[in-house]
């Protein structure tokens, strides 16, 4: 998954290890993108289809916003 994510421009901010209550690794992605409906809607199918290719959960995405 990382590879594929790292191919297509995206960064690594936070990773996870499995503990105890959950026994899955989880990672936290950035990228600079254009923030626009179509961009954005792209770009969520895009890392839920790679999520899903190795049996992963996509948890949705976060912008800050900058005037």
Do not use: T
């Amino acid at each position: 998954f990382l590879a594929r994510a790292k191919a297509k421009g995206f960064r690594v901010r936070l990773r996870g290890e499995p503990n105890d209550d959950q026994n899955r690794y989880w990672v936290q992605l950035f990228r600079v993108d254009l923030l626009s409906r179509d961009n954005i809607d792209a770009l969520c199918l895009e890392l839920l289809d790679l999520a899903i290719d190795v049996g992963g959960v996509y948890d949705g995405w976060e912008a800050p916003v900058h005037a």
